[in-house]
């Protein structure tokens, strides 16, 4: 980096100690310093000092009562990154070790991410460091009431729409949206991901599980080749995981593995995902559960040795940085022919680089995940249609997306000599359409 250099040394000043958040920009710069060159007007409007700096920050307390009657306080926040193109939009992610530095990372990525879909979102992201697990309904509940009397305030259907991430599904979005609509007394599509009951979209729940097999299909197509009898391993048993696993075996793959942040499963006739969403959705358990139902399963309690296990095909879908250089080097040197990311960031910077290098296909989760923002930003669409599409239709919809951002992406990188290299082709893609709106919008 020469041009850009300097934009990320004062990130990094003005950040002090926020490393998934330097992680995210400097991945981004990197492949933005040759458009630096190319478009001297952005640098000179301030595009690249501005991209990195959230339009609005909100930090704020969550008191709720406990079912013991103790009061417990929380930390909420939500980051307004970059409306350029849309309202702000991303999800919000309940997991004890939320903070600054992940929801500004999670928020700078997903300002490229809304832009690769090709539909009117910015970029947002917010959350809070409270723990869903062990929790009941009722404190999951006041817990939701107490966060969304605050970040009403600062959201709306055409100013911020929040959605689900790492422990916000179906539960939490509907006591999030009962207190917005109480305290707002208007029913506007203000969250995404809400019940089919109440204005939420078909496909929304398998979106991002779904979008990231499309998009892996559309990658290994262009090598002649599909998911049929691929060996797959998928980290995670949450939303992403699940409906990926899903998708991967209505294609002929055969998942073997899956894990939760207690340990994973090995099962080599391939999972049994009815046991999984049994496991996972309905009762809320661990993934233990299914090695103890079901003969001949191991269970190994560090989920970080998943990637030990041999495959064609890594979709990594739990959590940032849980792929690192020695993980990916253990995948290739057992085989694994593609590596296709569902979470935000799951590999680790030199593991996605090293990947690059050794020409392994390798999808960044800015692209490979962009289908349930997008099937959110459908949801929006039907909201204020007040009509819903068919499975099929937002199905067509969501396959046609991923194609998009597929094809966008590597057809960026080959234009810059970069061929082959989607982190890239997406950052590229992803940058220039907010770089050109920002632009035409003057210095706001
Ligand atoms: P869920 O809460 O449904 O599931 C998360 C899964 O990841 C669980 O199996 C969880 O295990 C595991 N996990 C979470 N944190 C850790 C950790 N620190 N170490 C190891 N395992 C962990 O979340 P989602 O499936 O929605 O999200 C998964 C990833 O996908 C996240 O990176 C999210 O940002 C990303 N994503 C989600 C989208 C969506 O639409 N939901 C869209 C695009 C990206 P445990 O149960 O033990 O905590
Ligand atoms: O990381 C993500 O893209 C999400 N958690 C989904 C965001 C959304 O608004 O649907």
């Not at 966060?147 to 959605?163: C, N, Q, Y």
């Not at 689900?164 to 979005?173: F, L």
């Amino acid at each position: 980096m020469e041009i850009l250099q300097q934009v990320f040394d004062k990130v990094a000043k003005r950040n002090p100690g926020e490393e998934e958040f330097l992680q995210a920009v400097k991945e981004v710069l990197e492949s933005l310093e040759v458009v630096a060159k190319k478009h001297p007007e952005y640098v000179e409007a301030g595009i690249f000092e501005r991209i990195v700096e959230p339009e609005r920050q909100i930090i704020f307390r969550v008191p709720w009562v406990d079912d013991s009657g103790k009061v417990q306080v929380n930390r909420g926040m939500r980051v307004e990154f970059n409306s350029a193109i849309g309202p702000y939009k991303g999800g919000l992610r309940f997991h004890p070790s939320v903070n600054m530095s992940i929801i500004k990372f999670l928020g700078f990525e997903q300002i490229f991410k809304n832009s690769l879909t090709g539909l009117p979102i910015g970029g947002g992201k917010g959350g809070s460091d409270f723990d869903p697990k062990g929790k009941s309904d009722n404190e999951v509940m006041r817990f939701c009431q107490s966060f969304m009397t605050e970040l009403s305030k600062h959201i709306g259907a055409d100013t911020d729409v929040p959605a689900g991430d790492i422990g916000v599904g179906a539960r939490e979005i509907g006591y999030l949206f009962g207190q917005y609509k109480r305290i707002r007394n208007e029913f506007t599509g203000v969250l995404t991901g809400k019940s089919l009951n109440w204005g939420g979209s078909l496909v929304r729940t398998e979106a991002t599980g779904y979008g990231l097999v499309y998009f892996a299909q559309n990658m290994l197509e262009d090598i002649n080749d599909s998911f049929k009898g691929k060996t797959v391993v998928i980290s995670g048993s949450g939303n992403v995981a699940i409906y990926a696993c899903q998708k991967v075996q209505q294609l002929g793959g055969k998942v073997v593995a899956m894990s939760d942040s207690s340990g994973y499963i090995y099962d080599k006739n391939g999972i049994d995902l009815d046991l999984i969403k049994e496991i996972k959705e309905v009762k809320r358990g661990r993934i233990k559960e299914y090695a103890d139902k079901k003969s001949g399963v191991e269970y190994t309690a560090d989920c970080s040795k998943i990637w030990s296990i041999k495959c064609d095909i890594a979709l990594p879908c739990a959590t940032q940085n849980e792929l690192d250089l020695d993980d990916a080097k253990l995948l290739v040197k057992n085989g694994c022919k593609l590596i296709a990311e569902g979470a935000n960031m799951p590999c680790t910077d030199k593991a996605a680089e090293w990947l690059v290098e050794q020409k392994i296909p390798f999808a960044p989760g800015k692209a490979s995940n962009a289908g349930g923002v997008a099937t959110s930003a459908l949801e929006m669409s039907q909201n204020s249609m007040r009509y819903s599409w068919s499975f099929e239709e937002v199905d067509e919809k969501l396959k046609g997306i991923m194609k998009n951002i597929y094809t966008n992406a590597r057809d960026t990188a080959k234009e810059y000599g970069m061929e082959g290299n989607l982190i890239f082709g997406a950052n590229v893609a992803g940058f220039l359409k907010v770089a050109q709106s920002m632009y035409e919008q003057g210095i706001v």
